[in-house]
């Protein structure tokens, strides 16, 4: 369902998150329906795929090297992914005008403000109580795909997965830098081969793009899910 609809509500995205004028609408609707119809034909078939074969391991002992083989295969269905809507974004971006990257800076900051009030604006109680909210809604998630957690894996997954105020914002500063970062970048490159040669750089070494903290940060959140993962086998 979401792949059937996806051509039109990215059409829609685009054009909303960049206030789009009607030629503008009218170079990219077409190059943006045929990048969906390219996820369509060869992307869900991997992404399927991988799932199936993810699914195949449950009943079986893993460990943190199947964890990596299955993020191998993501990292390359991402690079591909990625490979494919650059020179859609290097037909697009150059168009653009700086008001139209303010806007969609705007409209990302817009989409941010409640989490910034969360990270910054509440008091130390106030965002304990709406931390033990999220964990809890990503325990029940959890729960959805491996079943009832015990108490001690609630516990063990309290340790890997509760973020403290300053982790939290630590987390929200990160994604505003990789957002100005991109706009910033973006929105100087003069022609399809500026484009195409940042976003290059970022897909094939993500540390550019997130700064090096950042992605070691989001680096360690992923060990951290796979070690927790390792512990829920008996």
Avoid: C
Wanted: charged share 35%.
């Amino acid at each position: 369902m979401g792949y059937d609809n996806a051509s039109w509500l990215v059409q829609y995205r685009v054009g909303d998150y960049f206030d789009l004028t009607d030629s503008q609408g009218d170079v990219a609707n077409p190059l943006v329906a045929g990048y969906v119809d390219w996820l369509k034909k060869e992307q869900r078939p991997e992404l399927i795929k991988l799932l199936q074969d993810i699914r195949s391991t449950t009943s079986e002992p893993v460990t943190k090297a199947t964890f990596q083989n299955f993020h191998r295969r993501y990292v390359a269905m991402r690079v591909s992914v990625l490979g494919q809507i650059t020179p859609v974004a290097g037909v697009v971006f150059p168009l653009l005008s700086k008001e139209q990257w303010q806007h969609l800076q705007s409209h990302l900051d817009e989409r941010d403000e409640d989490q910034k009030e969360r990270v910054y604006a509440q008091t130390q109680k106030e965002y304990d109580e709406e931390e033990e909210d999220r964990l809890e809604r990503r325990r029940e998630f959890t729960e959805e795909v491996f079943g009832e957690l015990t108490a001690a894996q609630k516990k063990l997954y309290d340790r890997y997965y509760r973020r403290s105020q300053d982790e939290a914002k630590a987390w929200f500063e990160s994604k505003k830098q990789v957002q100005k970062r991109f706009i910033d970048a973006m929105s100087q490159a003069e022609d399809a081969v500026a484009v195409a040669k940042v976003l290059n750089e970022w897909i094939s070494d993500p540390e550019k793009l997130y700064g090096k903290e950042a992605y070691a940060l989001r680096m360690a959140a992923r060990e951290r899910s796979w070690d927790f993962l390792l512990a829920l086998q008996p």
